[in-house]
């Protein structure tokens, strides 16, 4: 018999104790320190009789025994088996994007019987945490002075434009014109992004609110923060945007095209653009409500709405717009200060008038 140890786990140590994370099925047991060292004679396929046969009888068989035990419980996957052919498929499909994406994609994977709540047993669940644990604000202030934003007409000339038209004449742009953007249009924009709606602004019980684009629950986990470099009115540099008091609140750094283009992955166009958002995700509104791993897809599912409608109220604006997931994560939590244990950094869009 020959063997390996599973490449569809992970083991990591908590409370003492060396856990095997088997995201594919989604089983977590403790294994021995035997079995820990054991597994490190298998990293690939190993002749099992070969490897015990310099042992004495009574090691041989002490160790066979807990080799067994470890194919039982799927740690060692046996060459040519169904659980290796399982395996191999996985791997086919995922091996170029590393251990980490498919962790993160079978372990927040639901499987055939995973349990879930009715509305009304979920509601309950959380009247009770409201008792104990009050959910985390839907919307957040810095705190100190704020330069307020002109406010969202009623009708805005630029919403006069047909949905299916503004869907056809959406583009991804990466070259802007020479002028700004008009202060006006940043405040019409965030406000329409992440304000609360203005048909139904009233902020639930359980911190659900309504917003133009959907989100999870209500909970809308995303923060906007508004980098100007050409907004005249506005001084240059980040703000983070407070979308109950409709106002932005400087956050103190500023930068420049060389430093927003490193943030974003050494893509020069994001750093010539008048306007860059940045989205990010407040994780505890979320979890709050959630609290399995696969929540943490529906984070990354908000910025793809908010974005989307981002773009589209952009075009009807005229302006030009483009989209990026290519971070060099850390120099934008760095610059609005973000906790990354807390609040993750999701994407930014930049923004300008379109080239003449």
Do not use: N
């Amino acid at each position: 018999m020959r063997a390996k140890v599973a490449e569809h786990a992970t083991l990591f140590y908590q409370d003492g104790a060396v856990v095997w994370d088997d995201y594919l099925h989604h089983r977590q047991f403790a294994i021995s320190e035997t079995a820990e060292l054991l597994c490190r004679k298998f990293t690939e396929f190993t002749d099992v009789d070969a490897l015990l046969r310099p042992l004495g009888e009574e090691d041989r068989a002490a160790l066979r025994k807990v080799l067994d035990e470890l194919v039982d419980a799927g740690v060692l996957i046996v060459e040519g088996s169904p659980q290796h052919e399982e395996e191999r498929r996985l791997l086919d499909g995922w091996r170029s994007w590393g251990v980490s994406a498919r962790h993160f994609h079978f372990a927040s994977r639901t499987l055939a019987d995973a349990p879930y709540q009715g509305s009304d047993e979920h509601d309950a669940v959380l009247d009770a945490k409201l008792a104990t644990s009050p959910p985390p604000p839907p919307f957040r202030s810095l705190g100190g002075a704020a330069v307020p934003l002109p406010p969202l007409p009623e009708q805005p000339g630029w919403a006069g434009s047909g949905l299916f038209d503004v869907l056809l004449e959406r583009r991804t742009t990466r070259e802007f014109g020479t002028s700004g953007v008009p202060l006006d249009r940043v405040g019409e924009l965030l406000a329409v992004l992440a304000g609360p709606s203005p048909a139904r602004s009233r902020i639930g019980r359980s911190g659900t609110v309504f917003k133009t684009s959907p989100s999870g629950g209500g909970r809308h986990p995303v923060e906007l923060y508004a980098h100007a470099r050409d907004v005249p009115g506005l001084e240059p540099g980040w703000y983070h945007y407070d979308g109950l008091a409709h106002a932005l609140e400087p956050v103190g750094v500023r930068w420049g095209p060389a430093e927003m283009a490193a943030a974003a992955g050494d893509q020069d166009w994001v750093g010539q653009a008048p306007l860059v958002l940045a989205y990010t995700g407040v994780l505890e509104r979320t979890r709050w409500r959630y609290d399995t791993s696969r929540a943490y897809r529906v984070v990354q599912m908000d910025v793809g709405h908010l974005s989307q409608t981002a773009y589209l109220v952009a075009t009807a604006m005229g302006l030009g717009i483009g989209f990026t997931a290519a971070l060099r994560d850390e120099l934008v939590e760095q610059a609005l200060d973000c906790d990354a244990y807390h609040e993750v950094v999701l994407g930014l869009s930049a923004l300008g008038p379109l080239p003449e």
